[in-house]
């Protein structure tokens, strides 16, 4: 694979707790990426063992942070507990890395999962196979209420606030794909947690990329 390099930014701890707020009486781990965001100091060793620190001293009941190899790119879920068992004890993982290891950490946990990182741009170039449809590095990452999905990419019309009109018996009506919707609505769900669809949600604001 070529090396590639995602830019992000770490969020305000305020815009954090309040995410957090929305997920109580959970054991929070912070997992940090020992690629691009460890490379540019937003979610490397000292990243993830200060946010612990500070999610801590706001009362929240945190785990040892732990990093992993790629969170773009696992094989499974089982070999990263393999590798990270305390992985295993979280009820809520804090994700700091790029949008697609949020994303795909979302896919393959079964927990929810939040983004401690916004993706603001790629940097350099990605070979090999990719995930599509995972990250649009808008700049705003809020996946937490999307049970980990992206709708801004994993839909072709970046609806933000349901399906639109066009899906079909849960099919998108583009090329018959699954509509992410469906998936996010049936992970919601199954957690009890749809009340995070209630609010509306703006327009992205694109300032946050500048």
């Known amino acids: ?45 000292t990243q993830v063992t200060s946010l612990a620190a500070q999610l801590s001293s706001h009362g929240l009941d945190m785990l040892d942070g732990k990093m992993v190899k790629h969170a773009c790119s696992a094989k499974s879920w089982d070999e990263l507990i393999e590798e990270n068992p305390a992985l295993a004890q979280a009820d809520t993982l804090l994700v700091l890395s790029c949008g697609a290891g949020v994303s795909l950490l979302g896919r393959i946990s079964g927990k929810p999962v939040l983004p401690g990182l916004n993706t603001t741009s790629i940097g350099g170039a990605l070979a090999n196979d990719t995930l599509e449809g995972v990250c649009v590095m808008c700049g705003e990452c809020d996946v937490a209420i999307y049970a980990g ?14 399906p639109c009109g066009g899906s079909s018996d849960g099919d998108c009506e583009v090329e018959g794909r699954k509509c992410i919707w469906v998936t996010i ?26």
């Open 185 to 210: 609505y049936e992970i919601l769900e199954c957690r009890g947690m749809l009340e995070l669809l209630d609010d509306i949600k703006p327009p992205v604001c694109h300032d946050r990329r500048l």
């Open 149 to 162: 999905l992206c709708p801004k990419s994993g839909c072709p019309k970046s609806q933000i606030n349901g």
């Open 1 to 45: 694979m070529d090396e590639h390099m995602i830019i992000t930014r770490l969020k305000p701890i305020e815009e954090i707790l309040t995410m957090v707020g929305k997920f109580p009486a959970s054991t929070i781990c912070v997992v940090g990426c020992s690629i691009c965001a460890r490379k540019i100091q937003t979610g490397g060793e």
